[in-house]
Nanobody, 121 residues
Framework: QVQLVESGGGLAQAGGSLTLSCAASVSTSSIDAIGWYRQTPGKQREFVAGINIGSALNYADSVKGRFTISRSNAKNTVYLHMTNLKPEDTAVYYC???????????????WGQGTQVTVAS
């Protein structure tokens, strides 16, 4: 089991910055992939950014150049540093972790409870 706790959400002005944190209950170096999704009312949860066990990064096109994901294995924490925020970044941000048990078996997904980010214009 992996427990994830997000923090760092809040209110920001357009053009401002926020950093979200996702603290994991296990070593982040043992998690195959971990990242961030976001969701607004009435819409599906969408991928924002991710980092895998080999430290490969990927981002949604909508946040490339503005958001940076990083990981501290010493603190078992993943961060999402968000800059140049836009009102359309307003959402609940969720941390997700994936653990692969073995080939041919669906991986285990774990989600945090979410943290609200609101960007005022």
């Amino acid at each position: 089991q992996v427990q994830l706790v997000e923090s760092g959400g809040g209110l920001a002005q357009a053009g401002g910055s926020l950093t979200l944190s996702c603290a994991a209950s296990v070593s982040t170096s043992s998690i195959d992939a971990i990242g961030w999704y976001r969701q607004t009312p009435g819409k599906q949860r969408e991928f924002v950014a991710g980092i895998n066990i080999g430290s490969a990064l990927n981002y949604a096109d909508s946040v490339k150049g503005r958001f940076t994901i990083s990981r501290s294995n010493a603190k078992n924490t993943v961060y999402l540093h968000m800059t140049n925020l836009k009102p359309e970044d307003t959402a609940v941000y969720y941390c997700k972790a994936i653990r692969i048990r073995r080939i041919g078996v669906a991986p285990d997904d774990y989600w945090g409870q979410g943290t609200q980010v609101t960007v005022a214009s």
